[in-house]
């Protein structure tokens, strides 16, 4: 039984990853996890690539908010949410990195469902904006306070 757990597993004991080689024979081989110094900047440079992509956002939103109108302001809003999502995402992923990295642990340092949770916030709050565009339009041709004046 416990060789059938054991068979094509890892085991992580501190900075040592212990592979099962054989189904047969378990005899535990060690292999220190190096970690080289291009990791470290490689989880930096994440970091930063994250926090450009927060940035352009924030400064989008910045803009509606700035020279927009009532619609621009709450579609600022949503778009300075999704801005702070993404610099604490990137905050927090760094931070685990780094100590997995610091304290050599053989882990997954890929992350599938982050990038895809803020790329559906993005998504979510540029489709809000459409339909509170196209409200507002409808509405202006149904009957507004609008006032055209030609000069």
């Not at 803009?63 to 610099?87: E, P, Q, R, W």
């Not at 409200?135 to 004046?149: A, F, N, P, W």
């Amino acid at each position: 039984m416990a060789l059938r757990i054991l068979e094509n597993s890892r085991l992580h004991l501190g900075n040592v990853v212990v592979r099962c080689i054989n189904k047969t024979d378990f005899s535990g081989i060690a292999i220190p996890v190096r970690v080289e110094p291009k990791v470290y900047f490689a989880n930096e440079r994440c970091l930063l690539s994250w926090y450009e992509a927060g940035i352009v956002l924030g400064a989008i939103a910045a803009g509606l908010l700035n020279f927009g109108d009532d619609v621009a302001i709450k579609a600022a809003l949503g778009f300075t949410f999704v801005a702070i999502s993404i610099v604490v995402y990137a905050m927090s992923m760094f931070l685990w990195r780094a100590a997995k990295i610091r304290k050599h642990r053989a882990a997954r340092y890929d992350d599938r469902l982050g990038p895809t949770v803020l790329c559906g916030l993005l998504l979510i709050a540029t489709g809000v904006n459409f339909v509170m565009r196209f409200k507002e339009e409808l509405t202006d041709e149904r009957g507004s306070d609008k006032v055209i004046v030609f000069q």
